[in-house]
């Protein structure tokens, strides 16, 4: 299969299987009314299984495959945090989400944190406490390749694409008012609105987007770095310093002995090849 071929396949399981999920209910749906108190590491061995929100269909970072089994990034991490605290990397309940859930996920406890792409600002960090990051992004902008955005003025008075409760949707609602927003709940149906014409462009994490332009050779990012780099980081409930101090503890390991690294090269490489550097998007 070729690697775009292979880009395409995932984005297109994710919907299929986050489609059949809402349907069905997750063992993350059943569990919300169980939702309470701060978790910390002590009451997560005891209980034997630590929840983790992740997407469901942002490819090659946190999606469900055609088998229903959760799968990128973010997962990896995920899993190996499992494996560390619990003794195995089966330990851990996948709680699926979207962009504009994941904070009240944390602070109503649904979840005992967050690992889907999710970029710390100062907004959020009121909200959530996050730990030490492991990735780094910008925003960029993608476009038709015969009808480029090159420049965000050219977005005054048209539609731009984006997500709920993203950096994106963010920085356009508090910087650009003058561009009009088009907003999604879920990935595929943004992308989706984007190859129907509902929106002159798309504005996401740019490590997202150069992977999707891959597979669609149609439509390029051509701002690719729009703002300062951001970060993404693990997030646990306010003043839950039991946890955030594991995980940070956690996150320094992964980097050092290479099992971050390790989860880049399982999940991304394949996507990005050499286009796109580790050092370019892991954070030191």
């Known amino acids: 299969m070729k690697l775009n071929a292979k880009f395409k396949a995932l ?18 749906d059943a569990q919300s009314s169980q939702s309470g108190g701060a978790a910390t590491v002590a009451s997560i061995k005891e209980k034997g299984v ?20 959760n799968q990128g990034f973010d997962v990896e991490i995920a899993k190996d945090l499992a494996k560390d605290l619990l003794g195995s990397p089966d330990k851990v309940e996948f709680v699926l989400t979207e962009a504009a859930n994941r904070v009240e996920y944390v602070r109503s406890g649904k979840v005992d944190l967050i690992l889907a792409n999710f970029t710390k600002t100062p907004e959020r960090a009121e909200a959530v406490d996050f ?9 960029g902008v993608v476009s038709p390749k015969d009808k480029p955005i090159t420049d965000i003025a050219q977005l005054k008075d048209q539609t731009l694409l984006v997500n709920k409760g993203t950096t994106a949707d963010a920085f356009f ?16 149906e943004t992308f989706d609105a984007l190859k129907d014409g509902r929106g002159v462009a798309l504005a996401h ?3 997202l987007l150069w992977a999707w332009a891959k597979e669609n050779p149609n439509f390029e990012v051509a701002i690719g770095n729009l703002g ?14 039991d946890l955030l101090n594991w995980v940070n503890g956690e996150i320094a390991a992964m980097k050092k002995d290479g099992r971050l690294k390790a989860a880049y090269e ?4 394949p996507v990005y090849g050499e286009k796109v550097k580790p050092e370019e998007l892991l954070a030191e």
């Open 11 to 28: 984005l297109a399981s994710a919907a299929i299987a986050v489609g059949l999920t809402a349907c069905g209910g997750s063992s993350g």
């Open 50 to 69: 630590i929840r983790i929100g992740v997407f469901g269909d942002k490819p090659p970072f946190g999606y469900v495959d055609a088998n229903g089994k």
């Open 131 to 139: 730990a030490d990051p492991y990735m780094k992004v910008a925003l």
């Open 173 to 188: 609602t508090k910087s650009h008012p003058e561009v009009k927003l088009l907003k999604f709940d879920q990935n595929t």
């Open 205 to 207: 994490d740019n490590a």
């Open 228 to 241: 300062p780099a951001e970060f993404i980081a693990p997030a646990v409930q306010k003043g839950n310093t």
């Open 266 to 269: 399982k999940t991304l490489l």
